[in-house]
């Protein structure tokens, strides 16, 4: 099978069970933007090393991703039935490691913090802002035709578990955190 089928060339795709739409629908912006998402995490695996105590749990995000792509392809007319796993506990799968991670830190963040610190900390902004941005498009999505309960659930987890493990990967490095710190910078006005 070749990867080029030439029938997107007019500015359509093809949705699961359901009509062909243009690409820049919002549907098509969502899966985009998860897949983007997804391709984040790919590369912060990397740069975190094969022996890194998260890869097993970052690897179940990045294929619970794809299959809840596949039901975000899916318009809720469709009766095709599919045969992809529904990652229905990924919010509380989020939970149960944000609660260890937070638990270990023995600190909860009440401030927003400035990212960056190091490379690993920087990544998971990225992601988190990332899941954040997949969430804007999945809630005007879901308002026109609703998606199945795990999805906005899931994803909103994700950027709280990002974030925490963005404090994890300053805090286990000695590094401190950069707090916002609002109006410390005086404006001169003349």
């Known amino acids: 099978m070749k990867v080029y089928t030439k029938s997107g060339d007019k500015g359509t795709t093809a949705t699961i069970g359901g009509p062909r739409v243009a690409k820049d629908d919002i549907r098509m912006e969502c899966l985009g933007t998860i897949d983007e998402l997804n391709s ?4 912060l695996r990397v740069r975190m090393g094969k022996e890194h105590r998260w890869q097993e749990g970052l690897h179940r995000i990045q294929v619970d991703l794809m299959n809840m792509m596949a039901y975000v392809a899916r318009p809720s007319s469709s009766t095709l039935e599919l045969n992809v796993p529904a990652p229905e506990d990924g919010d509380k799968f989020c939970e149960e490691w944000i609660d260890r991670e937070e638990k270990a830190m023995e600190s909860e963040s009440q401030h927003f913090l400035v990212p960056g610190g190091n490379e690993i900390s920087a990544l998971l902004h990225i992601a988190r802002t ?3 941005k997949a969430e804007r498009r999945l809630v ?3 308002r026109e ?3 199945p309960s795990f999805v906005p ?3 909103n987890r994700l950027s709280d578990l990002f974030f925490v493990l963005s404090r994890v990967a ?4 000695g590094v401190d955190e950069d707090r916002w710190r609002p109006f ?3 404006v001169n006005r003349k």
């Open 153 to 155: 659930k899931y994803v």
């Open 145 to 147: 035709d609703p998606l």
């Open 140 to 142: 005007q999505l879901n």
């Open 184 to 186: 410390i910078t005086k």
């Open 40 to 43: 984040h995490l790919g590369l």
């Open 170 to 173: 300053l805090v286990e490095n």
């Open 130 to 132: 990332t899941v954040r």
